[in-house]
């Protein structure tokens, strides 16, 4: 069996010293398997073309449902944030109205106080007491959103230092087929979202690695049992703000290790082997499965 340790030096921020589950996938020094919530995983249909799948939240939820998990990734994040602000805070000029409007949204959703910091610290403070990632849009002089303001401690192989200020084309620019597939419908998606309907939808990975902060891709380990894999979902909200105009996009990332994943009912495991085998080549090597592909095809299989 193959193990990929937590503290690896591209990802040391995924700190979990106390086993909080006896997940058969549990070893020490590596992050503990917490069971992606029913109804977030993607289907075989998603192999046919990415898609944005946004589906209507409700109002008053601004952040995942608390779980064993929450209190775990607070600590990884005040540790990042007390640690290595510059590469999990940004904020541009002009976003501090926002980030404090968020703060109250926030905060509010989960019935906290309100924060009594300003601009940036607000948003600070509010993603220090809740599990999801804070990203806020704002619209630049051409009315293009921007990303202008976030705390980000889940990324999934991206740098927040690179994609601030971005727009959705920038920031998307290495995911393949976004012109072809996403662009329009994401750009739709924004131009249609009112204070009053929220949205979610979800991202999916298989990585060889389970920190939640996650920079850079880690390299390649086509050797690794497929066992000790990662299903890794990112539940994403967007909610337009009525104050500032803006958008608040959130991300919860759940990172399931895989033997966990098998103990699922056989037609969704099935539905799962069936996506894997279809997405299409250039997605796979974007999503840096391509390597993995016919060992956790052979694996679900098993099933
Ligand atoms: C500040 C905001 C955003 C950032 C920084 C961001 C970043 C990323 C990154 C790094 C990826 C590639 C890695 C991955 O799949 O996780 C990605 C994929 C994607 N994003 Fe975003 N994103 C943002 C907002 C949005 C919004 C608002 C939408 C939709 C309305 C969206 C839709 C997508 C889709 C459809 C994919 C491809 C998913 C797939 O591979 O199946 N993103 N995003």
Redesign the pocket.
């Known amino acids: 069996m193959s193990i990929v340790f937590h503290n690896d030096p591209f990802t040391p921020f995924d700190r979990h010293e106390t086993p909080l589950n006896d997940s058969p996938g549990f070893v020490p020094g590596n992050r503990r398997s917490i069971a992606i919530p029913d109804g977030l995983f993607?289907t075989a249909v998603?192999a046919v073309r990415?898609?944005?799948?946004?589906r209507p939240l409700d109002v008053a939820q601004w952040v995942s449902a608390v779980d064993d998990d929450w209190a775990p990734t607070i600590a990884m994040k005040r540790a990042l944030i007390a640690e290595r602000p510059h590469e999990v805070i940004a904020c541009i000029e002009g976003a501090e109205e926002a980030c404090e409007e968020v703060a109250a949204g926030v905060l509010a959703s989960i019935g906290a106080n309100p924060s009594m910091e300003l601009g940036i610290d607000a948003l600070v403070d509010a993603a220090l007491q809740v599990a999801d990632d804070l990203?806020i849009?704002l619209p630049d002089e051409d009315g293009v959103p921007r990303?202008a303001a976030?705390v980000l401690c889940s990324?999934?192989?991206?740098r927040l230092a690179e994609?601030i200020d971005?727009t959705?084309a920038s920031?998307?620019s290495?995911?393949?087929r976004?012109e072809e597939d996403?662009n329009s419908?994401?750009n739709s998606?924004?131009m249609r979202l009112s204070p009053e309907r929220p949205m979610w939808?979800i991202?999916?990975?298989i990585s060889n690695h389970p920190a939640l902060f996650q920079p850079d891709t880690p390299p390649m380990t086509p050797e690794m049992d497929a066992a000790d894999m990662w299903f890794r979902v990112?539940w994403?909200t967007?909610r337009r703000l009525p104050i500032t105009g803006g958008?608040l996009?959130t991300i919860r990332t759940y990172v399931e290790k895989l033997s966990d994943f098998m103990e699922r009912d056989q037609p969704l495991v099935q539905d799962i082997a069936e996506l894997v085998n279809k997405i299409h080549e250039d997605?796979a090597v974007?999503?840096s499965i391509a390597p993995y592909r016919e060992k956790l095809f052979a694996y679900f299989e098993t099933r």
Do not use: S
């Open positions: 993607p998603d990415l898609r944005v799948g946004a990203c849009l990303l976030a990324p999934n192989r991206w994609k971005g959705m920031i998307h290495p995911v393949a976004y996403l419908p994401v998606v924004m939808r991202n999916w990975g990112e994403q967007l958008i996009f997605v974007y999503k």
